[in-house]
């Protein structure tokens, strides 16, 4: 087994679209020595809806750089904006909606990240938005890749 090594992730990487939004995979697997994976997500627009879901394997927390967001962790709704942080355990549905008049942006961290980060699973962010990209794919309608395999779609309370 090879020792670890430090890793430096810029700006200047690539960014894709997952669920319709840019994206940079800040952080995975590979480059943490599978500790943790982290993706900053910006431009999330007001209104905009990610599926009600629950992860088998990771945790996931959220941290809002930017904007309003209301989450829903087991059917409980939680209210976050800048500088809050919000946890949400494995095994615990749960999903978040951009409220307000500005978009948001925020950083999202799975642990363990195997099956969290959206490592090649998005399109080139060149790529126009998916349409409705303010409000994602019914949770039906999501085929997920290898890489997004342990989440489960579950269907969103109201708000």
């Not at 549905?93 to 090649?120: E, N, Q, W, Y």
Request: glycine fraction near 8%.
């Amino acid at each position: 087994m090879s020792q670890p090594q430090p890793f430096l992730n810029t700006r200047e990487d690539k960014a894709i679209r997952f669920l319709g939004l840019p994206s940079l995979v800040r952080a995975n697997g590979e480059s943490t020595n599978g500790t943790f994976g982290l993706v900053e997500q910006w431009d999330i627009p007001p209104g905009f809806v990610t599926p009600y879901h629950m992860h088998r394997l990771e945790d996931e927390s959220f941290y809002i750089l930017e904007g309003e967001v209301n989450f829903v962790c087991d059917g409980k709704w939680i209210s976050a904006k800048s500088g809050d942080f919000v946890f949400g355990p494995c095994m615990i549905p749960h999903g978040f909606k951009v409220v307000g008049d500005t978009p948001s942006r925020m950083l999202i961290f799975a642990s363990p990240p195997a099956a969290s980060t959206p490592s090649g699973t998005g399109i080139p962010s060149t790529a126009p938005p998916a349409p409705g990209s303010t409000s994602p794919p019914r949770a039906h309608t999501i085929h997920p890749p290898a890489s997004y395999i342990s989440a489960t779609a579950h269907l969103l309370p109201p708000a």
